[in-house]
């Protein structure tokens, strides 16, 4: 943790120092800030879950870090203040962080609420569209405003729905498991067990038509498909949800312009270079201005990127830090991936591994489908990169999500290992 912290504040005074030529008059509040902010949170850690992953929260602290210093080099070149906002943001996000630890002292105890859970879930969804409450911003009508307070309800949904899955799947998981019919070489389930997922791709799909919001359509889906396929050990759930998904995306592009625009815009973004193609354009010249080594913190924006604070901050990583700070930022990611699937593995109870690789799949997922998308590789969703974005309501979640994670890995540490149960530790 204490890496994480000299990390991010060496990288605040190089940003300064690549901005303005000085060192940032504000380092010391600035190193106060950060120290007693992740101080409390390695405090609770220690207090309330003292056997939890040791790396977490520092890999947290350190994208988290990252993210605040690119921000705020991006500051320098605008007209809003994106990095004091991030920075309250972080400190809720925090608060969050130790209040879930606090409040949640036995993981299993949330298995008993998973349909209370589907409806905060079903609530949160709708809310958006609520008159007087939503709003629709860049094209997609994915935000809620409560006074001063704007945030993304989807955010907290994606929690909630990993509950209910975890819960859901452990009490279906036989049945599902049991199906006797084939379908050529692949065995399906019977029909009538296909609810379940037909309701998350009805869900899915009804979130992208409606929301215009491709990204956490493709996140709440992946979510079910993964989490199904490790309760039933079924790689048959892999197959079927990859057609029901890729049928539902050739549905929505022949029937919405708005998923034809990303589509063309991801295969051929020269088509309108200075219309739907320049976010991507400039992404991609921004990224190759980095190089290997990049401009230098606090050197960046000599290609201006619209959104470089959030949907595209991974390009302003790759100009500022070149190949290598990409690549640190990926293995960053790898490395919470790794740990959260190590806390699934080693975990004998069956909702904590579901719950661990469900909340691992959506850090993953969601890495994977923004990254992949403003490197061309996947076409462009607008979601957020977790704990580097600018973003409230991402930062507070994605802080919840690593308490939760570390609530299991406390838990099943501390909890006496059976000859046996570690020998089938990889099965539920």
Request: proline share 4%; with cysteine.
């Given at each position: 943790m204490l890496l994480a912290v000299v990390a991010t504040a060496g990288a605040y005074v190089l940003a300064s120092l690549g901005t303005t030529a000085e060192i940032p008059v504000?380092?010391?509040?600035?190193?106060?800030?950060?120290?007693g902010l992740f101080l409390v949170a390695h405090i609770a850690v220690r207090r309330y879950a003292p056997e939890a992953d040791p790396v977490l929260l520092p890999i947290a602290a350190l994208l988290n870090g990252?993210?605040?210093?690119?921000?705020?080099?991006?500051?320098?070149?605008?007209?809003?203040?994106?990095?004091?906002?991030?920075?309250?943001?972080?400190?809720?996000?925090?608060?969050?962080?130790?209040?879930?630890?606090?409040?949640?002292?036995r993981i299993r105890d949330l298995q008993r609420y998973r349909y209370t859970f589907l409806l905060t879930g079903l609530v949160l969804l709708i809310l958006p569209f609520v008159p007087g409450l939503g709003s629709e911003r860049f094209g997609a009508r994915i935000w809620v405003s409560l006074g001063p307070i704007n945030f993304q309800p989807g955010e907290v949904t994606k929690l909630v729905l990993a509950l209910f899955f975890a819960g859901y799947l452990v009490d279906k998981r036989e049945l599902l498991r049991s199906s006797p019919r084939r379908l050529g070489p692949v065995r399906v389930p019977e029909p009538k067990y296909l609810g379940p997922v037909l309701l998350a791709w009805g869900v899915s799909l009804m979130v992208m038509i409606s929301q215009k919001d491709l990204g956490t359509s493709l996140l709440f889906f992946a979510l079910f498909i993964v989490m199904l396929w490790v309760a039933t050990e079924r790689p048959s759930w892999?197959?079927?949800?990859?057609?029901?998904?890729?049928?539902?995306?050739?549905?929505?592009?022949t029937r919405f312009g708005h998923v034809q625009d990303r589509i063309d815009i991801w295969l051929d973004p020269w088509q309108d270079p200075d219309g739907t193609g320049y976010q991507i354009i400039q992404a991609a010249f921004a990224m190759a201005a980095g190089g290997l080594a990049g401009t230098g913190l606090g050197l960046g924006g000599a290609v201006r990127i619209p959104l470089a604070?959030?949907?595209?901050?991974?390009?302003?990583?790759?100009?500022?830090?070149g190949l290598f700070g990409g690549t640190l930022v990926l293995v960053a990611f790898l490395m919470v991936i790794g740990s959260g699937l190590r806390i699934a593995v080693r975990t004998d109870q069956p909702f904590e591994k579901?719950?661990?690789?469900?909340?691992?799949?959506?850090?993953?997922?969601?890495?994977?489908?923004?990254?992949?998308?403003?490197?061309?590789?996947?076409?462009?969703?607008?979601?957020?990169?977790?704990f580097v974005s600018y973003g409230g309501s991402s930062l507070v979640a994605n802080y919840m999500l690593i308490a939760l994670?570390?609530?299991?890995?406390?838990?099943?540490?501390?909890?006496?290992?059976?000859?046996?149960?570690?020998?089938?530790?990889?099965?539920l």
């Open positions: 504000n380092l010391g509040p600035f190193l106060v800030f950060v120290l990252i993210g605040y210093v690119v921000i705020a080099g991006l500051d320098a070149g605008g007209k809003e203040s994106f990095a004091a906002a991030q920075a309250t943001w972080t400190a809720i996000g925090v608060v969050a962080f130790c209040t879930a630890l606090l409040v949640v002292p892999l197959i079927i949800g990859a057609l029901l998904f890729l049928a539902g995306a050739w549905f929505s592009f604070e959030s949907d595209f901050i991974f390009a302003s990583i790759g100009e500022q830090l579901l719950l661990a690789v469900g909340l691992t799949t959506l850090i993953g997922v969601q890495a994977f489908i923004i990254i992949g998308g403003v490197t061309r590789l996947l076409p462009l969703t607008g979601i957020t990169l977790p994670l570390l609530r299991i890995s406390d838990e099943s540490n501390r909890r006496p290992r059976k000859p046996e149960v570690v020998a089938s530790a990889g099965a």
